[in-house]
T-cell receptor, first 117, second 109 residues
Framework: EVRLVESGGGLVQPGGSLVLSCEVS????????MSWVRQAPGKGLEWLAN????????YYVDSVKGRFTISRDNAKNSLYLQMNTLRAEDTAVYYC?????WGWGYWGQGTLVTVSS | QSALTQPPSVSGSPGQSVTISCTGT?????????VSWFQQPPGTAPKLMIY???HRPSGVPDRFSGSKSGNAASLTISGLQAEDEGDYYC??????????FGTGTTVTV
């Protein structure tokens, strides 16, 4: 069974940092591109970033470039999102997802990040 | 990158068909066949319903179908059922090596 489990969310002050993790199981992690997608409360989905199987290519949406960094550790079957200089508008549920056929066939349950003083 | 445009809501009776539109530009929907559709019931993660414009993942009922013409894609749900209620989002790859989602559509049965 394919599983993706995010962790690391929580309450952080504006300007602060947070690292999200996504541990996967049930498939060969190193065979797939992986993405982070977020959803602000009551709002739509926003793709944030993705990373190639070996970590050699990374792409970001403009709104997080320079503040967020996606990375992976294939030995640990884990995906990460380093988030710096957080703003109130970064408050959202953050999902990791497996890239399948230019879509995302498997998603985690999400982890909530709240940016507030 | 602006979100793709979807109608806020569509509704239909059980057994009817509904179609959700997803309008982009020549830099995303119009340029690539990398259009996907997702269903998201309240409080849950999205579920992939259609990929590459018209392909259904294993387990998705054939009541769901996708198409594309020019800068717009569409998702049609035929034989609407109560379990089809929820929010639906389209997505597309873009010329900026990124992805963009649609604004979302709430389907009511």
């Amino acid at each position: 069974e394919v599983r993706l489990v995010e962790s690391g969310g929580g309450l952080v002050q504006p300007g602060g940092s947070l690292v999200l993790s996504c541990e996967v199981s049930g498939f060969t992690f190193s065979d797939y591109w992986m993405s982070w997608v977020r959803q602000a409360p009551g709002k739509g989905l926003e793709w944030l970033a993705n990373i190639k199987q070996d970590g050699s290519e990374k792409y970001y949406v403009d709104s997080v470039k320079g503040r967020f960094t996606i990375s992976r550790d294939n030995a640990k079957n884990s995906l990460y999102l380093q988030m710096n200089t957080l703003r109130a508008e970064d408050t959202a549920v953050y999902y990791c997802a497996r890239d399948d056929n230019w879509g995302w066939g498997y998603w985690g349950q999400g982890t909530l990040v709240t940016v507030s003083s | 990158q602006s979100a793709l445009t979807q109608p806020p809501s569509v509704s239909g009776s059980p057994g009817q068909s509904v179609t959700i539109s997803c309008t982009g530009t020549s830099s995303d929907v119009g340029r690539y066949d990398h259009v996907s559709w997702f269903q998201q019931p309240p409080g849950t993660a999205p579920k992939l319903m259609i990929y590459e414009v018209s392909h259904r993942p294993s387990g998705v009922p054939d009541r769901f179908s996708g198409s594309k013409s020019g800068n717009a894609a569409s998702l049609t749900i035929s034989g609407l059922q109560a379990e089809d209620e929820g929010d639906y989002y389209c997505s597309s790859y873009t010329s900026r090596t990124s992805f963009v989602f649609g604004t979302g559509t709430t389907v009511t049965v």
